[in-house]
């Protein structure tokens, strides 16, 4: 996915205006939570994987899963833990090898400072400028020692923050045998995907992925895999996968981005068109 380079002039202005709205009244809390903004971004940029799962306090992520979650018992909730840990550090180091190989740069752009949490927005773009892939919100926590950490993950184009993503594993993982057992079919099916994509290319693995069928397309992990490949394989099945991303994810960012890449998509010589719809959207995110 990629934005055109007159398109990108217009956002960078506008993230710039923004960041000026919304600067922090606090200049030494600011500056230290300014420089936690960076510092992530370095640890992106430098591809430390280690460095960002040090960062991660699964405690109090684990507050933001509510009641179902402390209503499993101890071994249930480390399970689930355990499962968290290990989705983020394995997405840290997709996007880190995507990074790599494509010579990605995750840019810092604005700082929104609370009083309990505070969120960090990044913009992951090529090293030119050029071209945009996706826009990254962490939202981050002071510890007991007044550090920063990271309580939770918001990539705008994967349709659910990682939150969102811990608690509909829990719902699923109390529903009857005969969806669990589908589960374990669909995502066996995406492991043969994901191997396949890598010897045969990403037409093989997307006909493959077409195997899985409701209810388990809308796990996220499956349909955020679908929108990946399709963003290899022209503009109708990356419309199509944007489409439904939109139609099942709950938040108001998301829907506002499938948009503006469905519209980008279907019309790319509609420049102004393009533009505002970003415009809105990066307000609507920042807020």
């Known amino acids: 996915m990629r934005i055109n380079y ?13 960041q000026k709205d919304t600067a922090p009244g606090d200049d030494k ?40 979650f402390f209503n499993l018992d101890k071994r249930a909730q480390s399970y689930v833990i355990g499962m968290v840990m290990q989705y983020y550090d394995e ?8 990074m790599q190989q494509r010579g990605l740069f995750l840019e810092l752009l604005a700082v929104n400072q609370d009083e309990q949490v505070s969120k960090l927005f990044y ?17 981050v926590q002071q510890d007991a020692s007044g550090d920063y950490k990271i309580v939770n993950q918001y990539d705008v184009s994967k349709a659910y923050s990682l939150g969102q993503n811990s608690k509909i594993t829990i719902r699923n993982m109390q529903k009857n045998r005969s969806f669990q057992k589908g589960a374990e079919k669909a995502f066996a099916i995406l492991s043969q995907a994901v191997a396949l ?5 990403y037409e093989a693995a997307y006909k493959i992925m077409e195997d899985i069928k409701q209810p388990f397309t809308r796990i996220p992990a499956i349909a955020n895999y679908r929108f990946i490949l399709a963003s290899h394989l022209g503009a109708q099945p990356f419309i199509q996968e944007a489409k439904y991303l939109k139609s099942i994810t709950p938040n108001e ?8 890449i469905i519209m980008e998509q279907q ?12 415009e809105s959207f990066i307000e609507r995110l920042v807020q």
Do not use: W
């Open 29 to 68: 809390i600011d500056l230290k939570l300014e420089d936690v903004g960076v510092e992530i971004a370095n640890h992106y940029n430098y591809n430390e994987p280690d460095s960002l799962i040090a960062l991660f306090d699964h405690r109090q992520f684990s507050k933001r899963l509510g009641q179902p």
């Open 91 to 98: 997405t840290n180091r997709f996007v880190l090898s995507e």
């Open 6 to 18: 007159f398109l990108f002039l217009v956002l960078f202005l506008l993230i710039s205006c923004k």
């Open 267 to 278: 019309d790319p010589s509609n420049k102004e068109a393009v533009t505002s719809c970003y």
């Open 197 to 201: 994509e890598k010897t045969h290319g």
């Open 123 to 139: 913009r992951l773009i090529n090293q030119s400028g050029e071209r945009l892939f996706t826009y990254l919100v962490l939202y």
């Open 253 to 260: 960012q998301s829907k506002m981005f499938y948009d503006c």
